[in-house]
């Protein structure tokens, strides 16, 4: 059995490699590689500077975030053990454009040790923009506009309402 997802409105491309893998073994890698980013986001999250004080500071949410996608990602890569070594489910998930998927893996990796390098806004705007064309947002006026607002979102969010500086 495929499980599959097509979606209308998504214009075909010219990356139309199909990647198939049965679902048990595609929770045991999914959930690995989540769980070794999340270690990397909680690790690097350390690193950020949270200006001395008590209380919450810049390295608060990335290694919030990175709590939550390991407690989440363990559980994937637990059930997905589970069903390895039980009763398989013998259901084949399909993806229909890997190379935009390892891209977005690779964007992943690297916004920490990007935003360290570069500051939080430059490196957001970089990936963010990086991921909406990813996902096949190509039309340059909503996606400066997303880049934009999400920026200013976090910028009154972060910096004026929560008075927590962003690296």
Known sequence: MVTSHNES????????????IRLETGDVLA?????????????????????????I???DFPRGLALLLGIASFILLANGVRHVL????????EIGRPSRVIAGMLLMAAFAPAM???????TMAFFLAAMLWIADCR???????YVAG????????????LSIPLP
């Open 150 to 161: 999400f920026l200013l979102f976090s910028r009154v969010v972060f910096e004026t309402i």
């Open 57 to 59: 500071g810049a390295a």
């Open 9 to 20: 409105g998504v214009a075909e491309t010219s990356d139309q490699a199909v990647f198939r």
């Open 116 to 122: 360290r390098a570069f500051g939080y806004y430059p």
């Open 86 to 93: 039980g009763t398989r489910t013998g259901h084949l998930i």
């Open 31 to 55: 959930g690995g590689a989540l769980l070794a980013m999340a270690v990397t986001f909680w690790v690097l999250g350390a690193d950020i500077d949270d200006g001395g004080g008590s209380g």
């Open 139 to 145: 039309r340059p006026l909503p996606l400066l506009a």
